[in-house]
């Protein structure tokens, strides 16, 4: 499968997040973290301040106003549904394009697998280091939104 959705950045990003490949739901979407789920969209209102986005329009205004850069890991995968853990077949994304178009401060992957692979395609290209937050995916039962948000608090630093 092919990542359908382009990368939201522009000059003035910051920060790069990176998840590993889209949820069945962002597919759908054509949008990042689609699935009403997932608390990423809730994680960085509270950290940036402001209103949880409703639609795309507002989440990618959100993200450039805040100067944050959003992508993931693969282009290209054999995935089963959203299971992350069923990727295989990876074809890393090239981050090229956003790292000499922006100033990207940090990297920061979303969750053990987008960590995972960005240190095994990724990082030995670009040399640049990746800071793992924990997963906003429901499937990370073990963290609550209130832990979320204190462990992505980390991002504000590099914006």
């Not at 990176?18 to 009403?36: A, M, T």
């Not at 100067?67 to 995968?77: F, G, L, P, T």
Request: net charge positive; proline share 6%.
């Amino acid at each position: 499968m092919i990542h359908p959705i382009a990368p939201v950045y522009d000059r003035d990003s910051r920060v790069l997040i990176l998840g590993s490949f889209p949820s069945v739901k962002s597919r759908e979407q054509q949008f990042f973290y689609g699935h009403k789920q997932n608390r990423f969209w809730r994680v960085l209102a509270r950290i940036l301040e402001c209103e949880v986005p409703e639609d795309i329009p507002q989440k990618r205004a959100m993200l450039l106003t805040h100067h944050v850069a959003v992508w993931d890991v693969i282009a290209s995968c054999e995935i089963t549904g959203s299971s992350d853990a069923s990727i295989r077949d990876v074809k890393p994304n090239d981050l090229s394009a956003i790292l000499s178009a922006a100033d990207i401060r940090a990297v920061y992957t979303n969750g053990r697998k987008a960590h995972q692979l960005y240190r095994k395609y990724i990082f030995p290209e670009n040399g640049r280091e990746a800071y793992l937050l924990p997963s906003t995916s429901p499937a990370n039962a073990a963290f609550s939104l209130d832990r979320l948000v204190e462990e992505w608090k980390i991002i504000r630093a590099d914006l």
